[in-house]
């Protein structure tokens, strides 16, 4: 069910701005946060930026590893989404305490969050700069997986039904989220003006 | 019906991952161009980064100018969003070209794109190292407007018609969008696990 994916279909897994967890892992400890704060940089090798706040225990993680995994939760994780959001990793471990399971990785530390369907497994590119001055991460991403009933030839295919619980999200604020939506397919000849 | 947005609100113009257009303006020539790779970077004062290429026309004016304008598409606008990626403003004014009408703006030059329903007035924060090795862009928004048909109090508020022509894109590839779906509200006491 989950898939390997081609390196250069990597950014297709964040191009239409989901929410994503972030996990980390350093020194037998792991987090779990969550981030709407993420955008491809690059198709090849393929890049992505995060932010991670200072304040962040997942900051003290992915700066001691160096590594991060970019999740793409579906909608039957919304609720857990929120959680890991309401609690810090540093009063114990998160998938413990909301019941999330760590999948096995190909190339880092940190683990692939269950329940997800897609998921970027990254390496940090040093910028001391930004980091310090913008919370802001650079990584390549070194390995991608999906989960194959929703993603398949480079591509999301989710089912026509609007409620189904594999559908990504997009965080707005405060426990509201937008499903994604429709697919839309519009040809070039489309505009007329 | 466009009205101004609080700046420690802009942030929530593309919390959800929407696509954008960048229009930008430079000495008399202006342009626009599609861009999923963008995110909010701060709060406040209010930050985004966006991808913009070496090749774009859009990257001289903005070096230029120092000045974007992000606006964030509405359905009805998804033809005009897949149009002006197909064309260069190298070769005429892509506003007159595909029928686009250019809004005044209250802190930069480039023109507001009609036809969205949000609107971020940017100025870029000179980061060489990143424009040049990452094709990246740190803005700070320095003014911010929003439809407000679709939003308001601080919060997208779609009609419940999953049709509605005023609701947000994001960009998958190759001419393919999904439209803004379902609103979700989860409390943090939904998880149960």
Redesign the interface.
Known sequence: MRVSIPLEQAY?LL?????TLVSSAHGGRRNVMAA???????FSPP?V?V?IDKGAYTRELVEASGELVLAVPA?LM??????VG?CSGRDGDKFAA???EGMSTAKVGAPLVAGCVGWLECRVIPEA??QQT???F?AEVVAAWADERVFQD???IFSDD??DPL?T?????G??????????????A????
Chains 1, 2 share one sequence.
């Open positions: 297709k191009n239409h701005g989901p929410v709407s704060w993420v955008m491809p940089l690059d890049k930026a932010v909608r919304s609720a857990a989404v929120l959680a309401n909301l019941g999330l700069h930004n913008y919370d802001l650079l480079g591509r999301w609007p409620d559908r999200l997009h965080y707005v604020a426990g509201q989220f937008f499903v994604t939506g429709q697919a839309l397919e519009v040809s070039p489309a505009q007329a003006a």
